[in-house]
C-alpha cells in the first residue's frame, strides 16, 4: 500500500540555523508534492508545490527538493526563526485528484 | 485567511446522535474536499466534489456521507456517531480540483462525542 513517511518526532534547532524536514515514500510515483504549514487549532497553509521533473524549488527561506529515485522530498528553512515553529506536512498526488498527507513534523526554533 | 469559512467550530454531541458541518469554499475555488484529522491518524482524506458533483472518495465510512450545492457550499453529515468520530474536519478548495493545484484549508470544526 502506499505510505508516506515523516518524522514522527520533534526537531528541535536554534535560531539561525537551516532546518531540514524529511519525507519519504513508497508505492508512490507522484507527479506532484506539496509542503503545507498547520500551526496548532488551526488549518494547514500552502507553502509549495513540486513536480516530479522538478529537482529543487525556493521561495524565499524555503527550499524543496524531490529525488523521485530516492523518493524522497527535503523541506529546508534558512536563516529559522521562532516564528517558523510548526508542524509542516508533506503531501502526495494520488492520481489526478487527491492528496494522501504525512502525519507531519513537528519544529520548534529555539531563540 | 484561507477564505474558507467552516461552522461551527466547535460541536459537542453524544453518541448514536447526526451532525452536518458546512464549508464555503474560496471565492472563485469549484473543488471542495473534506478530512478528518485526529491524534494518531494524520490528515485523512474523505471525499472531494467538483461543482456539485462527486469526484474522489477516500477512507469515508458509510455512516458519513457529503454533498456540494449549486451554490458551491458543501456539507458533510456525519451520523450514528461513535466515540471514535471525534477528531478535527477541515474542508479545503482548490480551484479546478487538480493534484497540481493548492489546496485551501478552513480552520476545522472539532467534533467532541461524549
Known amino acids: 500500500s502506499q505510505k508516506i513517511e515523516q518524522n514522527s518526532e520533534a526537531l528541535n534547532i536554534q535560531e539561525g540555523k537551516t532546518a531540514t524536514l524529511t519525507c519519504n515514500y513508497t508505492n508512490y510515483s507522484p507527479a506532484y508534492l506539496q509542503w503545507y504549514r498547520q500551526d496548532p487549532g488551526r488549518g494547514p497553509v500552502f507553502l509549495l508545490l513540486i513536480r516530479e521533473n522538478e529537482k529543487e524549488k525556493r521561495k524565499e527561506r524555503l527550499k524543496v527538493t524531490f529525488d523521485t529515485t530516492l523518493k524522497q522530498s527535503l523541506f529546508h528553512i534558512t536563516a529559522s526563526q521562532p516564528a517558523d515553529s510548526a508542524t509542516y506536512l508533506c503531501a502526495l498526488a494520488s492520481g489526478t485528484y487527491k492528496y494522501i498527507f504525512g502525519t507531519g513534523t513537528r519544529l520548534k526554533v529555539l531563540a | 485567511d484561507s477564505g474558507v469559512t467552516q461552522t461551527p467550530k466547535h460541536l459537542i454531541t453524544a453518541t448514536g446522535q447526526r451532525v452536518t458541518l458546512r464549508c464555503s469554499p474560496r471565492?472563485?475555488?469549484?473543488?471542495v474536499y473534506w478530512y478528518q484529522q485526529s491524534l494518531d491518524q494524520g490528515l485523512q482524506f474523505l471525499i472531494q466534489?467538483?461543482?456539485?458533483?462527486?469526484?474522489a472518495k477516500g477512507n469515508i465510512l458509510e455512516r458519513f456521507s457529503a454533498q456540494q450545492f449549486p451554490d458551491l457550499h458543501s456539507e458533510l453529515n456525519l451520523s450514528s456517531l461513535e466515540l471514535g468520530d471525534s477528531a478535527l474536519y477541515f474542508c479545503a478548495s482548490s480551484a479546478r480540483g487538480l493534484s497540481n493545484q493548492p489546496q485551501h484549508f478552513g480552520d476545522g470544526t472539532r467534533l467532541s462525542i461524549l
Open positions: 466534489y467538483y461543482n456539485g458533483e462527486e469526484r
Open positions: 471565492s472563485g475555488d469549484l473543488s
